[in-house]
């Protein structure tokens, strides 16, 4: 056996045991990791709505205050 075959037969072993375990996020410290991500990927999202929605609030008023100097 040369080690370029034995390669893929390492891969396929390790494989073909995660696969017979089933899924690996069945760890409880992994679930309370998840539900941790998903509440920050939450607060995230909001904290980037309002970021955006400043900056259109930003520029709106901008927009006033030349177009009111103009006029």
């Known amino acids: 056996m040369t080690s370029s ?11 073909s045991k995660v696969v017979r ?3 690996l996020d069945e760890d409880d410290e992994l679930q309370l990791a ?3 991500v998903e509440k920050l990927e939450e607060r995230w999202g909001s904290a980037a709505a309002a970021v955006g929605n400043l900056g259109k609030a930003r520029r709106g ?3 006033w205050q030349t177009y009111s100097n103009i006029c």
């Open 61 to 63: 008023k901008l927009f």
């Open 34 to 36: 998840r539900g941790a």
């Open 5 to 15: 075959s034995a390669v893929p037969n390492v891969l396929t072993a390790a494989l």
């Open 21 to 23: 375990r089933g899924p």
